[in-house]
């Protein structure tokens, strides 16, 4: 293939959305473009998990926080540069390469984060590795909380309004077509294989502790993503948007659509947001029914919605041959 | 054929000790390329205790290990591997959920030049890697007759099918030693004779030296040129077939000492 | 050299506390393999059950020794029901499950009890259950109506703390020069070893005991040689919740405030103690108790003390990172 057409292959996706989410942008009154960033924030937060969660086989429930660094992170970018203006480029567009600027280096400190809590801790199996999980993310969150830099319980306020659809569907895209592509190449495939059998995939060469740290790291980076978008949308960043129980609804996301399913954490992030959104109205009975369903999800249909199963695996075999790509 | 040039892989004096029991004491070997050598021994002997000191599973508490003149002393199994040791394990521990296919290309990925971000952007690095890879996976497929399982998830593969899978994915990893953890296991005879003659066709084809654990004296002590016999950790006897099959230890170990006498059956029936 | 003594002292009757706690989860996850999240919300049930038949019985205008009795066995009973029904209903059933399945369904279930207890009840809503049934229409099994009958009008009873009434008067010395010791301290700390020695003797020296230490090490291999398997189990968790019982009452004396959330710390800290101790191990996790007690005391008392709740958390990654097995856990090597 031609240089150009290598190119074009590897951006498709983007360039394809851009004119969608631009529409939908245009068409959303302000009240849906604040339920469809949600939601696209929740379907970063889910696909990201997976990797760890579901294509990898770890047990993350501290996701929470590494959301938490990449919101802060960006959150002090835009506040601090807010009155800079960069030459020949308008407000606007400005503003827009800040916004980007501030959401990469909130990737950035969330993958330190993830690359402090992950080397440490992924010498561990299961049920420890989910204690230092979330004990690490309940430590951040304490940690915050305790920093007056980072106005402490109160937190920042005051943040510009950013996010956007365009912006949080671009987030999406590139969250989704990061998790595909993983998943189709033969990296990819060594995290499975390290999810299916720890000890056969160390035997045939995979280093497992540094792909396991490598898939945290990229899922912290993704989560940080996350919460630099929210957080720019609901202009405040708070300790207590970060708490045990977020990384929760995060891990019932990834398990209701079935861990290891990139369409299934799409859906099922969708899908929840919708229900808990729908049940704000019912106050303190929202976290009890919240509860009731896990309980029951786990009792009765523990692999989610897709298991393993992924949308495009239904596309007939003839178009799977032709390679593995975009 | 075989047994030329320096060992690829030996064992001096090693030892493995769980808190108070030996399971392992001593064990020497050294494995020239294009050996077969067997290890036998009754159950519980120590012979998978034997391969995992040397794949690196466990650090050895005592002795060493070499991997074509290297020593390998905890490294960890993806090292050795990287050295030129594969394995397979005596209950099949293939990747269940992915497809035969996936099994051996994972095992190719070791040494692959791409990564995460190549992977990514889609470069052309990224895709000549993966098309070698595949060409990789599929040509080990067909060496072990697999070609026809490409894509059928390895949990729904035959036992036999899946045992031959299991030293394809080895057999991806490029290595100089095979070890064979009882690889005809739960095969009928003739499934037996035909994995041997397979063994020893990938052993000339890819110049490999092999050490095969395996239950059924008879089978390994006809296609191994020397074989190691272990019980209760030691190494109690070691040299041809022929030599190995008469020693009254080997004999003793397998079939017990005749100290131990059955009661014999009652007269109206029942168990003695 | 009084102020030492003194968090000793202190230190030590936290300690007792969080051993009582972590024994639950020791002997739990020695059984299942399971890290009961919901334990600590077993705890803060009973200090409500506990409440309840208090004010049933009228502790507050007139406390007496066998209505302090009826309180602890009330709460006892409470507790094991609670334990035993967790068990039976969402554990069992995952029996066979990943470990991963399991895990989220405990902390399902503490959330459960966490938020359920945070409801309002109906009382607190001004209605009652007659006119709720009205408002449905549709008849109600006599059992249900007599069970809901049975619960305390308070009941669920919301975020708002309630304060539990004295059991007796609480009287102080000081003794050694300086160091305070109250008859709640000396009363805590032999009814917690009390306890302790209880069911170490159990564990140790009972049919019973062995039949759980079986499970611990191979349940199928215990089931196959006629342990009936669930019913230890069952029980197991029925002793765990009634120390978890005692220890909410015990606390419960000293400091009377309770509320939906106090089992969070103390249970996540008993936690801890138990993986210091060495998850599983019975004796570990006493061991552990009593060494966290003094630890976050010791912090408290001689460093910073918003620090407090943070030590656990640090002796727990700790613990995770250096030494997983705990101090008296057994080091296993997977067969490979």
């Known amino acids: 293939m031609g240089r150009a057409r290598l190119v074009l292959r590897s951006v498709a996706p983007f360039l394809l959305s851009l004119p969608v989410l631009w529409l939908l942008q245009r068409a959303s009154p302000p009240d849906v473009s604040i339920v469809l960033v949600s939601i696209a924030v929740n379907v970063i937060l889910a696909v990201s998990l997976n990797v760890v969660n579901g294509f990898t086989g770890q047990f993350s429930i501290g996701h929470a926080a590494f959301m938490a660094v990449g919101a802060y992170t960006a959150a002090l970018l835009t506040t601090g540069l807010a009155d800079v203006q960069l030459l020949g480029l308008g407000e606007g567009a400005s503003d827009g390469v800040i916004f980007l600027l501030a959401l990469v280096a909130g990737m950035a400190s969330a993958s330190l984060a993830g690359l402090a809590v992950g080397i440490p801790s992924l010498r561990l199996r299961g049920d420890y590795l989910a204690i230092v999980t979330l004990g690490f993310g309940e430590i951040i969150r304490v940690v915050i909380e305790n920093t007056r830099a980072l106005g402490q319980a109160t937190g920042i306020s005051g943040l510009p309004a950013h996010t956007n659809v365009i912006w949080a569907g671009m987030g999406v895209v590139a969250t989704v077509v990061m998790a595909r592509r993983l998943l189709l190449s033969t990296q990819g495939r060594a995290l499975l294989a390290i999810r299916e059998d720890e000890v056969a995939a160390e035997a045939m060469g995979v280093d497992t502790v540094g792909w396991k740290v490598r898939a945290f790291v990229i899922s912290a980076a993704f989560a940080g993503l996350a919460g630099a978008l929210l957080v720019h949308k609901i202009q405040l960043v708070t300790p207590r948007m970060f708490t045990f129980v977020k990384s929760m609804e995060v891990v019932v996301m990834v398990v209701l659509g079935g861990m290891g399913s990139i369409t299934g954490s799409i859906v099922a992030a969708t899908v929840l947001t919708v229900a808990l959104e729908w049940l704000r109205g019912l106050d303190q009975y929202r976290m009890v029914i919240f509860s009731m369903l896990l309980i029951v999800l786990m009792l009765t249909r523990p692999t989610g919605i897709f298991g393993t199963r992924e949308i495009w695996e239904a596309v007939p075999r003839w178009l799977r041959r032709r390679g593995g790509a975009a | ?272 | 050299m009084t102020e030492f003594l003194q968090h000793v002292v202190n230190g030590v009757s936290l300690g007792t506390i969080y051993a009582l706690i972590a024994l639950g989860y020791t002997m739990v996850y020695g059984v299942l393999k399971l890290i009961n999240f919901a334990h600590g919300d077993v705890y803060m049930a009973s200090a409500f059950a506990g409440f309840y038949v208090a004010s049933a019985l009228g502790v507050r205008d007139d406390p007496t020794i066998g209505k302090a009795l009826l309180v602890f066995l009330g709460a006892m009973a409470a507790a094991a029901a609670l334990g035993f029904a967790i068990e039976r209903f969402a554990y069992r059933p995952l029996r066979d499950r990943p470990r991963l399945t399991a895990l989220i369904t405990a902390i399902g279930v503490s959330f459960l009890l966490e938020y359920g207890f945070q409801l309002p009840s109906l009382q607190a809503q001004g209605r009652t259950f007659e006119e709720v049934l009205r408002g449905w229409g549709w008849g109600v099994p006599g059992w249900l109506h007599a069970l809901v009958g049975a619960l305390p009008a308070d009941f669920p009873p919301g975020p708002t703390p309630r304060f539990f009434p004295e059991p007796f008067t609480r009287v102080d010395w000081t003794v050694l020069g300086g160091v305070h010791v109250s008859n709640y301290d000396l009363v805590s700390f032999l009814v917690a070893v009390g306890f302790m020695l209880v069911l170490q003797w159990i564990v140790y020296r009972t049919r019973f005991g062995r039949a759980m230490r079986a499970v611990s090490f191979d349940p199928r291999v215990a089931g196959l040689m006629g342990i009936p398997v669930n019913r230890v189990i069952s029980l197991t968790f029925v002793l765990g919740s009634v120390l978890a019982a005692v220890a909410a009452l015990l606390v419960a004396g000293s400091r009377p405030r309770i509320d939906p959330i106090m089992g969070l710390m103390p249970g996540l800290k008993a936690f801890v103690a138990a993986v210091f101790g060495g998850i599983g191990n019975v004796p570990g996790a006493m061991l552990g108790g009593i060494v966290l007690g003094l630890a976050e005391e010791m912090v408290a008392g001689y460093m910073v003390s918003s620090f407090r709740d943070g030590i656990a958390f640090a002796i727990l990654i700790l613990v995770l990172l250096l030494r997983p097995e705990g101090l008296l856990g057994r080091v296993t090597v997977e067969k490979v």
């Open chain 2, 1 to 272: 054929m075989s047994g030329a040039g320096e060992p690829v892989l030996e064992a001096r004096g090693v030892t493995m000790r769980f808190g108070g029991l030996t399971a392992l004491g001593g064990f020497d070997l050294a494995l020239r390329p294009g050996e077969l050598v067997g290890l036998i021994g009754p159950n519980g002997a120590g012979k998978t205790t034997a391969f995992n000191a040397l794949t690196g599973v466990y650090a050895p508490s005592e002795g060493e290990v070499r991997v074509c003149g290297q020593r390998a002393n905890g490294l960890r199994p993806h090292r050795i591997c990287a050295l030129g040791v594969a394995r397979t394990f005596q209950n099949v521990r293939l990747f269940k959920e992915l497809t035969a296919f996936d099994n051996v290309r994972i095992a190719c990925h070791a040494g692959s030049r791409s990564g995460f971000t190549s992977a990514w952007l889609l470069t052309p690095t990224h895709d000549a890697e993966e098309r070698r890879i595949a060409e990789r996976a599929d040509a080990f497929l067909a060496v072990m007759e697999l070609s026809h399982r490409r894509d059928e998830l390895a949990r729904n593969l035959p036992y036999g099918e899946q045992r031959r899978l299991e030293i394809a994915r080895a057999l991806a990893t490029g290595p100089r030693v095979l070890c064979l953890d009882e690889p005809a296991a739960g095969m009928n005879a003739s499934e037996k004779v035909a994995l041997l003659e397979l063994i020893r066709t990938v052993r000339d084809r890819f110049s490999l030296a092999i050490l095969v654990i395996e239950h059924d004296m008879r089978l390994v002590l006809g296609v191994s040129e020397r074989v190691l016999v272990l019980d209760h950790g030691v190494t109690i006897a070691h040299g041809r077939p022929e030599e190995v099959r008469r020693d009254p230890k080997v004999i003793e170990a397998y079939l017990g000492d005749g100290k131990l006498k059955l009661r014999p059956p009652r007269a109206g029936g029942g168990a003695g």
